[in-house]
Nanobody, 115 residues
Framework: QVQLVESGGDLVQPGGSLRLSCAAS????????MGWYRQAPGKEREWVAS???????NYAGSVKGRFTISKDNAKNTLYLQMNSLKAEDTGVYHC?????????WGQGTQVTVSS
């Protein structure tokens, strides 16, 4: 019913910036929350940031002040602007939409922060 496709992941040097996008298609309505998660090799998936249907945002302490989550409701697209990237930000980033009470996940986009 709903498909999510992330894009924007890349190899970037420490201190660099990257902007991720998550585009939703299908029967997208009644979105309660949208968020970004990441999973580094050998680690569990962790929550990074979220934004509610009314635009309120929350961030994990590790990214607060460096990352910004935003959305474009008309385009059904979620964004994550990542600045001052660190090696520990490396991982596969997944977006999540809650649509009509159902969780949907994207396939992920790889972000690698390395010199």
């Amino acid at each position: 019913q709903v498909q999510l496709v992330e894009s924007g992941g890349d190899l970037v040097q420490p201190g660099g910036s990257l902007r991720l996008s998550c585009a939703a298609s299908g029967s997208v309505f009644s979105i309660a929350v949208m968020g970004w998660y990441r999973q580094a090799p050998g680690k569990e998936r962790e929550w990074v940031a979220s934004i509610s249907n009314v635009g309120s945002t929350n961030y994990a302490g590790s990214v607060k002040g460096r990352f910004t989550i935003s959305k474009d409701n008309a385009k059904n697209t979620l964004y994550l602007q990542m600045n001052s990237l660190k090696a520990e930000d490396t991982g596969v980033y997944h977006c999540r939409f809650v649509v009509a009470g159902v969780n949907y996940w994207g396939q992920g986009t790889q972000v690698t922060v390395s010199s």
